[in-house]
Structures are given as structure tokens and as C-alpha cells.
């Protein structure tokens, strides 16, 4: 039975996208995966969407959500370490990743980033597979 996991951030336009798009990408036999943010927020960052395109990483699923758009009771939920005070939200495990936020820097930023997501969501699969 697949566990269903969300990544939370402000805005859900880069950091969290991205870790929604590795997950999918490398987790989805084992996760229902989404992502939100707390505040509404136009669409994910181009850059974000980018440095994912150029390592293959398919995010034609992304738009960015709230959290009133995803399920309301998870197994797994991380918060991307945006000092994001998420409501209440049922779950059974709960991290905080503590990412800064590449927005406004240059794309080097947005790949260092993308690289340690792609570890954490790594780790993560061999965590809770």
C-alpha cells in the first residue's frame, strides 16, 4: 500500500515543487506524492522548472497549490525549512528539511538546491519504502 506524502513550502513555486517532481519521478510506486503552500501563489518559478527539465526530470504536473488542494490526512509530510507554519495537518511522520530559498539568485543556486532535494527525497524512499 503506498504511503501518501506532501511537501509544504510558502509558496509552493520552487522548493517544494521540485521535491514533488523527484518523488514522482523516483518514488511514485511507493508514495502518492503532492506539494502546497501556504499562501496563493501565480505558478512555480521558471527557473525551478528548468534546472529539473535539464537533468530529465518531467514537471509537466506542476502548478502551484495550496494546501486546501491536496489530501487532508497524510503519512508523510515535509516542510521545506521556509519557516512555514503549516495548520494542522494529520499525519504520522513530520520533517523539516531546512532548504534556503534560491528565488531571485542565480540558476547555480536553483541547481545546488535541486541536488540536495534530490538526496533528501532519496533518503526519504529508503527511509519509508
Request: aromatic fraction near 8%; include cysteine.
Amino acid at each position: 500500500m503506498k504511503k501518501t506524502i506532501a511537501f509544504i513550502c510558502v509558496h509552493n513555486s520552487c522548493r517544494s515543487i521540485m521535491a514533488e517532481g523527484f518523488m514522482k519521478e523516483l518514488g511514485s510506486e511507493f508514495f502518492d506524492v503532492y506539494s502546497a503552500g501556504t499562501e496563493e501563489y501565480d505558478s512555480p518559478k521558471p527557473m525551478a522548472l528548468e534546472v529539473m527539465t535539464d537533468i530529465g526530470v518531467d514537471m509537466s504536473h506542476a502548478y502551484s497549490k495550496l494546501l486546501k488542494d491536496i489530501p487532508q490526512e497524510l503519512d508523510i509530510l515535509v516542510t521545506m525549512g521556509c519557516g512555514v507554519e503549516c495548520p494542522f495537518v494529520p499525519t504520522k511522520h513530520r520533517e523539516d528539511w531546512g532548504l534556503e530559498d534560491p528565488s531571485g539568485g542565480p540558476k547555480s543556486g536553483f541547481e545546488e538546491t535541486r541536488d540536495i532535494i534530490k538526496e533528501k527525497v532519496v533518503d526519504l524512499i529508503k527511509r519509508f519504502k
